[in-house]
């Protein structure tokens, strides 16, 4: 395995899945994640900041592990890496995020967004692993 074309799958990945992040998780739906403001632990974005900090490695981590799986099934076909992303999408995001829906106030469409959300995230750590881990 050659650790720097890992190193790099890693790091470009995980940059563009926290940009995607932003994209699904951001700013756009502001005005639905106030629908229900008693279920967040901060009111009004006041203090997230120690949050957002905890949560920043993570599209990093999804892409390190996603891309350390790859290589060891051997999977560097972009067919076969994204056969993995969508097998891991409804695998445990997907009904993790219809079930937090049904049970918790959350607006439907911020479900929808998360959701799609881990869905662009899983597949871009595939093309990264198709085009860099080669």
């Known amino acids: 395995m050659n650790w ?3 190193t790099l799958t890693v790091f470009v990945g995980g940059l563009v899945a926290s940009l995607t992040d932003w994209l699904f998780m951001g ?3 502001y005005k ?3 629908q229900y ?5 901060y009111p009004h974005g ?3 900041m120690k ?3 905890w949560y920043t490695p993570l599209p990093f981590v999804t892409c390190a592990v996603f891309t ?3 290589a060891r099934l051997n999977l560097h076909s972009s067919s076969a890496t994204l056969k993995l992303a969508v097998a891991i999408w409804f695998v445990e995001p997907l009904p993790l995020l ?4 049904l049970f918790i106030k959350l607006h439907s469409v911020i479900a929808a967004a998360y959701s799609l959300g881990w869905l662009v995230k899983l597949v871009v750590a595939a093309v990264a692993v198709t085009l860099i881990l080669r």
């Open 4 to 6: 720097v074309n890992l």
């Open 46 to 48: 006041q203090g997230e």
């Open 68 to 70: 350390l799986l790859c």
């Open 32 to 34: 639905r994640y106030n």
């Open 98 to 101: 219809i079930a937090n829906a």
């Open 51 to 53: 949050a957002i900090a």
């Open 37 to 41: 403001p008693e279920i967040w632990r």
């Open 27 to 29: 700013d756009w739906l």
